[in-house]
């Protein structure tokens, strides 16, 4: 991913100053590309409940990066990083990456003696972190090519037509994206490939991120409303749909950006393949039945009341609603595996159940049955 002609990351350790971490504000994306620092680890938890950093890998990278900041205030002492950890894992409930880099931080604390260095340690992890999830993303992109690249040779070299949810791209994550990770290797190779993306309502994920980041990279792309996917559908127009996931139980369900299991419902109407782009970070070994145990967070009703644009040279919110009316805003949805055509993951690409899972991950599995 590119922006400007530069490769980059969507967090990182600010060059002038080791006690600021920066990342991009994607609240303002995108009319305007602002940078913004995070100098304590509540502002990394504000950055996450106020969706200046969205998607589940880097929510993940934010929350590390957070608890190396409270290891800087505390002075290197690990009763208040433990404390930020607590107050981190509160602040988004679906996500599972939150968790997992919340809980590797902690175990790298768990093996310090007093004499370490606790501050350098958290630091090392908290990068290794990001390190990772580009080479993973990548691995995505690599083993899901394949499946744009027999589309392309099926179509006789007609365009490839990718239907996408929400924003899967190189902003969910530190850089590559999950479900957008084929589509840009695709490009790399020569493949004509196109994009349908979904506004994705409320936050309009979609329109303002996703949109954003293909023009960035020249990747042909539409934008259409939300319930316009079904008919594209009907009508021949999409070979594949990928999108990501924040959480997947070990039985394959996954849950994603609320209207995700729409798409799926409707790919399986129309015979078109819908796989799940996701990290390994992202499976959750603890659960088995999605609908019963994922939690669903519900946000603020302003975010579907509002909406959020350009007037003139000044962004603006504006009420969309009348004032009295009640408003229900589920963030995510669960679509069961058997709705899923296949899970891609950096090792692989698997049937979305436990058996194929297990294939790919034997040794997560193994340890989550300990």
Same mark, same amino acid.
């Given at each position: 991913?590119?922006?400007?002609?530069?490769?980059?990351?969507?967090?990182?350790?600010?060059?002038?100053?080791?006690?600021?971490?920066?990342?991009?504000?994607?609240?303002?994306?995108? *009319?305007?590309?602002?940078?913004?620092?995070?100098?304590?680890?509540?502002?990394?938890?504000?950055?996450?409940?106020?969706?200046?950093?969205?998607?589940?890998?880097?929510? #993940?990278?934010?929350?590390?990066?957070?608890?190396?900041?409270?290891?800087?205030?505390?002075? =290197?002492?690990? =009763?208040?990083?433990?404390?930020?950890? +607590? @107050?981190?894992?509160?602040?988004?409930?679906?996500?599972?990456?939150?968790?997992?880099?919340?809980?590797?931080?902690? =175990?790298?604390?768990? @093996?310090?003696?007093?004499?370490?260095?606790?501050?350098?340690?958290?630091?090392?992890?908290?990068?290794?972190? %990001?390190?990772?999830?580009?080479?993973?993303?990548?691995?995505?992109?690599?083993?899901?090519?394949?499946?744009?690249?027999?589309?392309? @040779?099926?179509? +006789?070299?007609?365009?490839?037509?990718?239907?996408?949810? %929400?924003?899967? #791209?190189?902003?969910?994550?530190?850089?590559?994206?999950?479900?957008?990770?084929?589509?840009?290797?695709?490009?790399?190779?020569?493949?004509?490939?196109?994009?349908?993306?979904?506004?994705?309502?409320?936050?309009?994920? =979609?329109?303002?991120?996703?949109?954003?980041?293909?023009?960035?990279?020249?990747?042909? *792309?539409?934008?259409?409303?939300?319930?316009? !996917?079904?008919?594209?559908?009907?009508?021949?127009?999409?070979?594949? %749909?990928?999108?990501?996931?924040?959480?997947?139980?070990?039985?394959?369900?996954?849950?994603?950006?609320? #209207?995700?299991?729409?798409?799926?419902?409707?790919?399986?109407?129309?015979?078109?393949?819908?796989?799940?782009?996701?990290?390994?970070?992202?499976?959750?070994?603890?659960?088995?039945?999605?609908?019963?145990?994922?939690?669903?967070?519900?946000?603020?009703?302003?975010?579907?009341?509002?909406?959020?644009?350009?007037?003139? #040279?000044?962004?603006?919110?504006?009420?969309?609603?009348?004032?009295?009316?009640?408003?229900?805003?589920?963030?995510? +949805?669960?679509?069961?595996?058997?709705?899923?055509? !296949?899970?891609?993951?950096?090792?692989?690409? %698997?049937?979305?159940?436990?058996?194929?899972?297990?294939?790919?991950?034997?040794?997560?599995?193994?340890?989550?049955?300990?």
């Amino acid at each position: 991913m590119n922006t400007a002609g530069e490769s980059f990351r969507t967090i990182w350790l600010s060059p002038d100053d080791p006690a600021i971490v920066q990342i991009i504000d994607q609240r303002r994306l995108p *009319h305007d590309f602002v940078i913004a620092d995070l100098g304590t680890w509540r502002d990394g938890a504000s950055a996450i409940t106020n969706m200046a950093v969205r998607g589940a890998p880097l929510i #993940g990278a934010t929350a590390a990066w957070s608890l190396y900041l409270a290891s800087i205030q505390s002075g =290197g002492a690990a =009763g208040p990083v433990i404390e930020a950890a +607590d @107050k981190l894992m509160a602040t988004r409930p679906t996500a599972v990456n939150l968790r997992w880099a919340i809980e590797r931080m902690l =175990g790298v604390m768990a @093996k310090l003696s007093d004499h370490d260095d606790l501050i350098g340690r958290l630091r090392a992890e908290a990068q290794a972190i %990001c390190d990772e999830d580009v080479e993973i993303s990548r691995g995505i992109g690599e083993h899901g090519l394949p499946l744009l690249e027999a589309i392309a @040779k099926r179509k +006789d070299g007609e365009t490839v037509n990718v239907l996408t949810h %929400c924003n899967a #791209g190189s902003l969910a994550t530190i850089n590559w994206g999950t479900a957008t990770a084929p589509v840009y290797l695709a490009q790399e190779k020569g493949i004509d490939v196109h994009v349908w993306v979904d506004e994705t309502r409320p936050r309009n994920q =979609g329109s303002q991120l996703t949109a954003w980041e293909l023009a960035q990279n020249n990747v042909p *792309h539409t934008l259409i409303v939300d319930n316009a !996917g079904g008919h594209l559908m009907q009508h021949g127009m999409v070979d594949i %749909c990928i999108t990501g996931t924040d959480r997947t139980t070990r039985s394959g369900d996954v849950a994603n950006k609320i #209207g995700t299991y729409l798409k799926a419902l409707a790919a399986a109407a129309n015979n078109i393949p819908f796989y799940v782009a996701l990290p390994s970070t992202t499976i959750d070994w603890t659960i088995h039945d999605g609908l019963a145990e994922i939690p669903i967070e519900q946000r603020d009703p302003r975010e579907v009341s509002h909406v959020y644009g350009r007037v003139g #040279g000044n962004t603006v919110e504006t009420l969309t609603v009348g004032s009295d009316t009640a408003i229900s805003n589920y963030a995510f +949805d669960v679509t069961p595996a058997s709705l899923v055509t !296949g899970l891609i993951t950096e090792c692989g690409v %698997c049937e979305a159940s436990e058996v194929g899972l297990a294939a790919l991950f034997p040794d997560l599995a193994r340890q989550a049955n300990d």
